[in-house]
């Protein structure tokens, strides 16, 4: 992979920004050698297990303070069975201070991902963690309904109290039934998740 990661780039420039710009050079370089899945599998585990539950890590990736040296030597130590492509690209954006920024680039790389492969993103709010039944059941039902791949991102929000919110794009369903439910709790959880299975093989037909 080229580390002539685009430098038009300033320092004030959003995260956004500069995560597309990652992102875009990552993409590239991992379709090439058709390793785009693993190394957004790898890198959502980074993003979501390593930084997300570790202050911290975080403030190392951001820190001015530790060099790149030592910032590479970490991500060796991190990811030792990473893809390749994943591993030299974290040591370029290392090398350019860019590390805080990794959230940034991960996100954006799905997105791009999405919108080269065709597939929607649909974000699932539910009270409680989908089980594994129902989630194959919206994807399924997502899939046919708008004839294309569809990727869940499942949001636990209690605030549901029952039922599911599924939005994609500007596209709302909403089968929540926090009307026909006095309470949830953890004896309820298997009878709620039956209900949710019921629920989602109908908020197609509303």
Same mark, same amino acid.
């Given at each position: 992979?080229?580390?002539?990661?685009?430098?038009?780039?300033?320092?004030?420039?959003?995260?956004?920004?500069?995560?597309?710009?990652?992102? #875009?050079? &990552?993409?590239? $370089?991992?379709?090439?050698?058709?390793?785009?899945?693993? !190394?957004? *599998?790898?890198?959502?585990? =980074?993003?979501?297990?390593?930084?997300?539950?570790?202050?911290?890590?975080?403030?190392?990736?951001?820190?001015?303070?530790?060099?790149?040296?030592?910032?590479?030597?970490?991500?060796? #130590?991190? &990811?030792?069975? $990473?893809?390749?492509?994943?591993?030299?690209?974290?040591? !370029?954006? *290392?090398?350019?201070?860019? =590390?805080?920024?990794?959230?940034?680039?991960?996100?954006?790389?799905?997105?791009?991902?999405?919108?080269?492969?065709?597939?929607?993103?649909?974000?699932?709010?539910?009270?409680?963690?989908?089980?594994?039944?129902?989630?194959?059941?919206?994807?399924?039902?997502?899939?046919?309904?708008?004839?294309?791949?569809?990727? =869940?991102?499942?949001?636990?929000?209690?605030?549901?109290?029952?039922?599911?919110?599924?939005?994609?794009?500007?596209?709302?369903?909403?089968?929540?039934?926090?009307?026909?439910?006095?309470?949830?709790?953890?004896?309820?959880?298997?009878?709620?998740?039956?209900?949710?299975?019921?629920?989602?093989?109908?908020?197609?037909?509303?």
């Amino acid at each position: 992979m080229s580390e002539s990661v685009s430098q038009s780039t300033t320092h004030d420039v959003g995260a956004e920004q500069l995560g597309k710009t990652y992102a #875009r050079a &990552l993409l590239s $370089a991992t379709q090439a050698e058709g390793s785009t899945e693993q !190394v957004i *599998a790898e890198l959502n585990a =980074l993003c979501d297990e390593g930084l997300a539950h570790s202050e911290k890590l975080r403030a190392a990736f951001a820190s001015p303070r530790i060099d790149a040296s030592e910032k590479c030597r970490v991500l060796d #130590r991190m &990811l030792s069975d $990473a893809h390749p492509t994943l591993l030299k690209f974290l040591k !370029v954006m *290392a090398g350019r201070h860019r =590390l805080a920024y990794v959230g940034a680039a991960r996100d954006a790389l799905v997105k791009l991902y999405d919108e080269a492969t065709g597939r929607l993103l649909a974000e699932v709010r539910t009270a409680v963690p989908m089980t594994a039944d129902l989630r194959e059941s919206v994807n399924h039902q997502l899939n046919q309904y708008f004839s294309k791949t569809v990727r =869940l991102n499942e949001v636990v929000d209690p605030g549901i109290i029952g039922g599911l919110v599924i939005r994609v794009g500007d596209t709302v369903f909403d089968s929540s039934v926090a009307s026909r439910l006095d309470k949830i709790g953890d004896a309820a959880a298997a009878g709620f998740a039956r209900q949710l299975i019921e629920q989602s093989s109908r908020f197609m037909d509303s």
